[in-house]
């Protein structure tokens, strides 16, 4: 069993490609099998397998959200009341609700078992830069 707490930086709202990280961590564990859980501790924020080959899904899918949930300052989302940190707080947290916290991934010969043009993403819902953190746990 190994475990490790991974950092990401982000930058305000999108997409951010974390495989490289996740696989560093694999290869690090030397395991050649096993189950690997990604976990990212915050509420304003998922995690995401997702196409890494076209940049134009990230584009759409964060264009998509926006449509979804808007700020808590578009008329149609008047009745929020917990707007303590911005207009994109709420929403921040219905999107994370929407999407996944955590992520399961086999590991087979050292490497994770994903699609050819599946890559893991944090996909962070708030407009401010932040420090997010994702546990890692392969067993």
């Given at each position: 069993m190994q475990q490790e707490e991974l950092e990401v930086a982000t930058r305000g709202q999108g997409l951010y490609e974390v495989t490289r990280d996740v696989q560093r961590f694999v290869a690090h564990s030397g395991a050649a099998q096993g189950l690997l859980t990604l976990f990212v501790?915050?509420?304003s924020c998922s995690l995401l397998i997702q196409e890494?080959?076209?940049p134009e899904?990230?584009?759409d899918l964060l264009a998509y959200f926006?449509?979804?949930v808007p700020p808590s300052?578009?008329?149609d989302m008047g009745y929020l009341r917990h707007t303590y940190e911005g207009p994109d707080d709420m929403p921040a947290h219905i999107k994370a609700a929407m999407m996944p916290v955590s992520l399961s991934i086999p590991v087979s010969e050292g490497q994770m078992v994903l699609g050819t043009w599946q890559g893991?993403?944090?996909f962070e819902h708030r407009d401010?830069?932040?420090n997010r953190r994702?546990?890692?746990h392969l067993s």
């Open positions: 501790r915050h509420t890494n080959a076209d899904v990230q584009t926006a449509r979804l300052s578009h008329p893991i993403y944090l401010a830069p932040h994702i546990f890692a």
